[in-house]
Structures are given as structure tokens and as C-alpha cells.
Antibody, heavy 120, light 107 residues
């Protein structure tokens, strides 16, 4: 049973970058896709992008194009999401989630979430 | 982008009630729709995929229906553990998009 374990909470200054990790334990995600979804306080879910590690193919939501970089290290079973030029509106919980097919699918399981706070 | 609209945004119900949440897509998504349950401070949990397929381990009181642009999530008899927020998600095309959520509150 694959579980996704994310890195811990971060506090960042506006204009800086944050890199969140997501490690698959109890299995591997290299045959599947990993997406990143964020949730601002009291708000809904917003898909940022996803990667299919076995192919190295990546899709980004246009809203985040140019600011987000999603990567994966197949050898360690870890995916990463880096968001640059942070602003206060980027304060949110960031989730990784496994897509059980090679992109464009439902998400299961999800990581526990990483709170990123952007504040001066 | 495909817009997903859920209604109602908030619903007050009692234990034992039958509850229905609607999700509408701005264009046809065939049956490429999933439903999630989220409780405060927790990650979303998959309930339904492909519009009507029940995820393993999810109680049978949850069911999904619909195709094209209109979908419903039904809880046949609301239980105390079901008070939460529910989201629909389309995966017909990129970008993947979610509905705004439907919060089920205790009446």
C-alpha cells in the first residue's frame, strides 16, 4: 500500500522560493503520475501540475507556468514541487497525490499536506 | 479550462437523511469524474471515480451517477462521520479542475 509522505511546514519571505518533497513509502510511484494540488486557507482545491516519472513528462496549469517546477527522482521514489517568486496569496497547504494511471485520472492516495506560509 | 460548479455550497442535514450534491461541468466530460470527502485539517479522500465506481473500502451508502455535464453524489443515510466537505474533480482534459466544494453540516 503506497503512502505519500511530504516534507514539513515552511515559512518563506515574499519573492523567495519553496521546494516541497513527496516520498512514496511502501512502494514506488514510478509507474504512475504524481500531481500537486494546493488549498488556500478556507478555500477549495487547485491543481498545479503533474509528472509521470517513468516518462519524465510534465504538465503544468497555465496559472503557474513559469513559476512552478515539478521534478521526480525515480531512484529515491521522491517527487518535488518548487514554487518561485512567492507572494502572500501562495500561502496554502500543498498536497501531492498519486494518479493511478499515466496522467489524467483520479487521485489516490494523497500526501498529508505541507503548509507553506508566505509572510514578511 | 473546464469549469466545475457544485451545488449547494452548504447543506444542513440530520443523521439518517438522504443527501444529494450536484456537480455540473461547463462542457461534456463523459464519465471522467471523481468525488472526494475532506475533513478539517486532513487530505481529501477518494470516494468515487469514473462517475459511479465506488472506491474500495468506501461505505455503500455513497453512490455517484451521471455523465456528460451533470453528476450527483448521494449519501443514502447520513452518518455522523459523513459531516465534511465534498469535492468533485474532472479528469477529462488538462488542466484537471475541481468544483468549489459542498459542505455538509449538522442540522
Amino acid at each position: 500500500q503506497v503512502q505519500l509522505v511530504q516534507s514539513g511546514a515552511e515559512v518563506k519571505k515574499p519573492g523567495s522560493s519553496v521546494k516541497v518533497s513527496c516520498k512514496a513509502s511502501g512502494g514506488t510511484f514510478s509507474s504512475y503520475a504524481i500531481s500537486w494540488v494546493r488549498q488556500a486557507p478556507g478555500q477549495g482545491l487547485e491543481w498545479m501540475g503533474g509528472i509521470i516519472p517513468v516518462f519524465g513528462s510534465i504538465n503544468y496549469a497555465q496559472k503557474f507556468q513559469g513559476r512552478v517546477t515539478i521534478t521526480a527522482d525515480k531512484s529515491t521514489g521522491t517527487a518535488y514541487m518548487e514554487l518561485s517568486r512567492l507572494r502572500s496569496e501562495d500561502t496554502a497547504v500543498y498536497y501531492c497525490a498519486r494518479d493511478p494511471h499515466e496522467g489524467l485520472s483520479w487521485f489516490d492516495p494523497w500526501g498529508q499536506g505541507t503548509l507553506v506560509t508566505v509572510s514578511s | 479550462d473546464i469549469q466545475m460548479t457544485q451545488s449547494p455550497s452548504t447543506l444542513s442535514a440530520s443523521v439518517g437523511d438522504r443527501v444529494t450534491i450536484t456537480c455540473r461541468a461547463s462542457q461534456s466530460i463523459s464519465s471522467w469524474l471523481a468525488w472526494y470527502q475532506q475533513k478539517p485539517g486532513k487530505a481529501p479522500k477518494l470516494l468515487i471515480y469514473k462517475a459511479s465506481s465506488l472506491e474500495s473500502g468506501v461505505p455503500s451508502r455513497f453512490s455517484g451517477s451521471g455523465s456528460g455535464t451533470e453528476f450527483t453524489l448521494t449519501i443514502s443515510s447520513l452518518q455522523p462521520d459523513d459531516f465534511a466537505t465534498y469535492y468533485c474533480q474532472q479528469y477529462n482534459s488538462y488542466p484537471v479542475t475541481f468544483g468549489g466544494g459542498a459542505k455538509v453540516e449538522i442540522k
